[in-house]
């Protein structure tokens, strides 16, 4: 059950020939996925050979194998964690049932959704980031791209064999348009607003895998929990990549903003014009990306107040984060929870049934997990010696969904004049002239070992190489 068997054409755990309609239906699917990719993914790269894992077992002893591959050759597989025996539905009115094999009718519409939803997502970022690869600071980075967007692409995979062997016609229909969609086609855009936003320099790659990576994470926990067991166990597997993910972002900002406070010592200044000069990202610079990112990706979570999130959690579909960790009923009727709301010109909390926030519960949830890692941050400030602290804003800041659409909150919380916000709304989000600033600095470095000067090298390589090893050859 869990060795892969790599004679197939797709790599898998789920016994995949023994299901011959649905081998067939996703053979079919295949190349149209292999001619997305050649179209949509990492521009220039087919004849590459990349240091890569890739995923051979689900065991966690050892599920990856690392070598160069060519990306258009990387096993995209289909992988699920093992079935654990007994497992029963932990939350919601089915609550303690039988976890689902099958999808249950009832259920059919919204768990279509919630995969499809998830879904698109995955080959969404892969667009986003197609370009970054011609500025890469280095080849460590460069791979740690490459790596990130084949296992969104496998992520992809994962999702589409739900939706081929469970819900039939429609769910092969929803498939095709997952490659249909498009990251900022006007026309046909991704379903979520995030994933149209475009990731044009590696300031934002790094912001992006930290923030948007991780919401990735709590979705993906949430569904973990899920009723419906395939995924549940399609998901807690897609997390044991995505953690790498996140590293991506949190090791790379952590480095943009170590070579900033070098130079800063170096020059012994904080003016940010002589910072600029020297061609490293100013810290302020730093907190305006840090303020968009944080905000647009809470938003990711959707409506503070959502009904859909109270059908999911009562039907047993999608759960709370670490659900079965917690100490509660795990029905939640007849509870409460705060969330906010602009009133008299002040932030209020509001007292509402808990089923409908389940959203903000995620949410909240996320910004604490999502703050620990900005302070790790000032940690690498703190020990340069410097007083600048980077500071995630307040959740109110810049939302475009839910009750705090449009409200007029600065990132320390305070409710303000629409005149105001446009004020200072230079000071709080990155303005025409940083973008341009930072894409300034973007710049291909891919000699093994060597640094763009607006980033400091890693601690240490990938799986043990040194940080100069030939993670990209040429060719
Ligand atoms: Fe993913
Ligand atoms: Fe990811």
Redesign the pocket.
Same mark, same amino acid.
């Given at each position: 059950m869990s060795s892969i068997n790599y004679s197939e054409k797709i790599p898998n755990n789920v016994n995949l020939s023994e299901d011959r309609t649905l081998q067939r239906a996703l053979e079919q699917w295949q190349p149209n996925f292999l001619s997305w990719w050649g179209d949509m993914g990492p521009e220039g790269s087919n004849n590459f050979d990349v240091y890569l894992r890739t995923a051979v077992s689900v065991d966690a002893d050892g599920w990856a194998q690392f070598g160069h591959v060519k990306m258009p050759d990387y096993r995209w597989g289909v992988f699920l964690n093992p079935k654990e025996e007994g497992r029963q539905v932990n939350f919601g009115e089915h609550k303690g049932e039988a976890a689902w094999q099958d999808v249950p009718g009832e259920h059919r519409a919204n768990l279509r959704r919630i995969i499809v939803t998830q879904g698109d997502t995955e080959p969404a970022?892969v667009e986003q980031q197609r370009h970054l690869g011609l500025t890469c600071p280095s080849q460590y980075d460069l791979r740690n791209l490459f790596q990130?967007n084949v *296992? *969104?692409g496998r992520h992809l995979w994962a999702m589409v064999y739900l939706l081929h062997k469970y819900f039939g016609r429609d769910g092969r229909e929803e498939a095709d348009a997952l490659l249909q969609r498009n990251s900022g086609d006007a026309d046909n855009p991704r379903i979520l607003q995030a994933f149209n936003e475009p990731t044009p320099d590696w300031l934002s790659f790094y912001m992006f895998t930290y923030f948007t990576?991780r919401d990735?994470k709590f979705q993906l926990c949430a569904l973990a929990e899920s009723g419906f067991d395939p995924l549940a166990r399609t998901t807690k597997f897609m997390l044991t990549e *995505?953690a790498h993910?996140m590293f991506v972002g949190e090791s790379g900002v952590s480095r943009v903003i170590a070579r900033t406070c070098q130079v800063m010592n170096e020059l012994k200044t904080d003016d940010v014009t002589k910072i600029r000069a020297a061609g490293v990202i100013d810290l302020p610079t730093i907190q305006r990306y840090l303020n968009f990112h944080f905000s647009v990706t809470i938003d990711l979570f959707g409506a503070d107040e959502s009904s859909n999130a109270a059908i999911f959690y009562n039907s047993g579909l999608k759960g709370r984060y670490e659900e079965t960790k917690r100490g509660d009923d795990h029905r939640l009727q007849g509870q409460t929870y705060k969330v906010l709301a602009v009133q008299g010109g002040q932030l209020v909390e509001r007292e509402v049934p808990m089923l409908n926030a389940l959203n903000e519960v995620l949410r909240d949830d996320y910004i604490k997990d999502s703050i620990s890692g900005v302070n790790r941050w000032n940690k690498v400030i703190e020990k340069a010696g410097l007083p600048f602290r980077l500071q995630a804003p307040h959740k109110a800041f810049n939302r475009k969904i839910g009750t705090l659409a449009g409200a007029n909150v600065t990132p320390d919380g305070r409710v303000v004049s629409a005149a105001e916000w446009a004020s200072h709304e230079k000071a709080w989000l990155p303005t025409v002239e940083d973008r341009a600033f930072v894409a300034s600095l973007m710049g291909r470095v891919v000699e093994p070992g060597k640094f763009a000067n607006w980033i400091a090298p890693p601690v240490m390589g990938i799986n043990r190489q040194p940080v100069d090893f030939d993670y990209v050859r040429f060719n």
């Open positions: 970022s990130v *296992e *969104e990576d990735g *995505e993910h």
